[in-house]
């Protein structure tokens, strides 16, 4: 059996391993409480594809492992380290936990296997191929992982996750665990796979939400988890030893330092790419006593500095333990702004491109499908039938993350109502509170409060911003005040607009001039100093900020003028000035909707 150089050096093909590795809370707020409510319908496009089946996810696990043991003896695409060519790296590098110990399940919940099988469309088994990579869960139906173990495979066609235990399986036995499919991939659009360089990192959105704990990488202001000495942690199933292709059937974790570029940069020279890659451990020893690496089949775990993911297992030398040779991971802090831009994707057709729900004045409400980053970027829209009146406003977002996108919206008695998949076949309601009219507006920008749940963001008729951290189930919890004085400021937005990990908040004063107040990543103070993105706003009389309208891990925001025409701005991942691009036209007519999410 042969595999492309691309799987043999950067991902763990069936030829290289056998399955391896608070402000004041004012007293007087809207009311929250439990019950039902007439459901605004919602159309059949928007149901989820049909997954592949139990049976089927299992048999592809079975299907992989039975390749990958197969194989074990055959290296085709590995040279030896000493290879020097125009293509270095294919012969240098390896994806590779030696030196490490047992971890349970209740030490690292979120790690999950991520299983690949080929049967290269032939009833031959002795061609079948299979790939195995470790991954984290980053949210209920997110995972993060590195892009060559996503990279020129369908993952939704061959690939299974297995969640909840930190055991292999044997047989169809998950020891407690469970498979789910894939449903979507995202591998980072600057990665380059004939040279590692970009940014190693990719996403899978599973096929279903998972009731494990989730871990978040960490954000792009972090400098004290790459700080040369600082403790990390490396978890995976990879190869224990340099001179056997066995893995560990248990998952493992080890305790390397985290190193300044430099080391690495001696070592490797221009296949090490500071800022993209992080450098970590101590030299290998060239031999397993003394080594201490992640090693084949790790690719695509965390490194996990401080309770957040500071890297994911890249690349290093064949076998793991060459002498000098240092670990490579991709390096989080650098693509933190793309990362949750596909954790927090949740869109209305399920194509991870943020959508727009608007409705006129008769009560119509129609969806509006994203066409990407090429004109006119809404394309076709969908009528949703029955009667969207009687609703004072409307906001999308994802509450429970199960990567349905959620509407938030309030009944002209000023109920508030959460619309939410229920996991199985239709969307329910779920009554947040009465008392909601207070609010002059409602929005809903992300995880303020910095726990990984969407918040919701409210200005009452007096002017005073209010905090509404999400519970993660479509309701919140006490309000924490932001602060006053926002009486003739027009809040919008949704997402990290400055790329910096932590969604932010856009204001337009009285003067027509647009703010840019950064999140803090925490409910107390939730924003930070406010950046000045520019004058004349006060042209538009609307906005609607679904997100990422693009595609391109930066989030957008729309804007209709007066004359009923919508324009688009191109988030930049920037502050200030610089936040956005120049205005592009989306079309005329939008002054037939009186509300968009």
């Known amino acids: ?19 391896a590795l608070s402000g004041a809370v004012l007293a007087a707020a809207p009311a929250q409480a439990s019950g039902g409510a007439p459901v605004p319908p919602r159309p059949a496009v928007t149901e989820r594809p049909a997954a592949a089946s139990s049976a089927e996810l299992m048999q592809r696990v079975q299907n992989s492992a039975a390749a990958l043991k197969s194989s074990a003896a055959n290296a085709p695409g590995m040279r030896p380290e000493a290879s020097e060519d125009a293509e270095a790296p294919a012969g240098r590098i390896d994806p590779k936990i030696i030196g490490g110990k047992d971890a349970t399940f ?58 909840g235990t930190a055991q292999l399986p044997v047989g169809k036995d998950l020891h407690g665990g469970r498979a789910v ?105 060239g031999q397993d006593a003394g080594t201490v690496s992640a090693c084949n089949g790790d690719s695509g775990g965390p490194l996990v500095v401080n309770g957040r993911i500071a890297g994911v297992v890249s690349w290093g030398v064949k076998d793991c333990v060459a002498s000098g040779a240092y670990s490579v991971y991709a390096k989080t802090s650098s693509y933190v702004g793309e990362v949750n831009a596909r954790v927090d994707d949740t869109d209305l057709d399920f194509d991870g491109l943020a959508d727009l729900f608007a409705r006129t ?20 829209r969908l009528a949703l039938s029955g009667d969207w009146g009687g609703r004072s406003l409307v906001r999308q977002g994802d509450l429970d993350r199960d990567f ?10 000023g109920v508030l109502y959460t619309l939410a998949f ?22 809903v920008p992300g995880d303020l409060s ?81 950046v000045k ?35 688009l701005y191109k988030g930049t991942g920037k502050s200030g000035t610089a936040t956005f691009k120049a205005r592009t036209r989306v079309g005329a007519g939008w002054n037939a909707f009186d509300l968009f999410g």
């Open 1 to 19: 059996m042969t595999s492309t150089p691309r799987r043999a050096r950067l991902a763990l093909p069936a030829a290289t391993a056998a399955l």
């Open 106 to 163: 209740s030490e690292a919940p979120w790690m999950v296997q991520l299983y690949y099988d080929d049967d290269m469309g032939t009833d031959d088994p002795d061609d079948d191929e299979g790939y195995f990579c470790g991954g984290t869960l980053v949210a209920p139906a997110k995972v993060l992982t590195a892009a060559h173990c996503v990279y020129g495979l369908d993952w939704s066609e061959r690939g299974t996750v297995v969640a």
């Open 181 to 285: 499919g894939v449903w979507r991939q995202w591998v980072n659009p600057t990665y380059r796979p004939s040279s590692t360089s970009g940014g190693d990192l990719a996403v899978l959105t599973l096929t279903e939400a998972l009731p494990y704990k989730t871990l978040r990488t960490t954000t792009s202001g972090d400098t004290a988890s790459y700080a040369n000495g600082t403790p990390a942690t490396v978890y995976g199933w990879g190869r224990t030893s340099s001179t056997s292709q066995d893995i560990s059937p248990t998952l493992r974790k080890a305790t390397v330092p985290m190193r300044s570029d430099a080391p690495c940069t001696s070592y490797w020279g221009p296949d090490f790419v500071p800022g993209q890659m992080a450098c970590a451990g101590d030299p290998a020893s």
């Open 361 to 380: 004045p008769g009560g119509k409400g129609y969806e509006y499908y994203s066409l990407g980053d090429r004109s006119p970027y809404l394309g076709k």
């Open 404 to 413: 349905h996108q959620d509407y938030v919206y309030r009944t002209s008695s």
């Open 422 to 443: 229920n996991g199985v076949d239709r969307y329910e309601s779920i009554r947040v509170g009465a008392g909601w009219n207070v609010m002059k507006d409602i929005r």
């Open 450 to 530: 910095g726990d990984a749940l969407p918040d919701l963001v409210a200005k009452d008729k007096d002017g005073v911003l209010w905090l509404y951290p999400g519970k993660g189930d479509g309701t919140f919890g006490s309000r924490v005040r932001i602060g006053g004085g926002w009486a003739s400021y027009t809040i919008t937005g949704k997402g990290d607009y400055n790329r910096d990990g932590r969604p932010d908040l856009l204001a337009r004063d009285g003067s027509g001039v647009l703010w840019l107040y950064p999140g803090t990543g925490k409910a107390a103070p939730a924003l930070g100093s406010r």
């Open 533 to 567: 993105v520019g004058g004349g706003w006060s042209v538009y009389g609307a906005f609607a900020t679904a997100g990422d309208t693009t595609g391109d891990g930066r989030p957008d925001l729309l804007a209709r003028d007066s004359s009923g025409a919508m324009w």
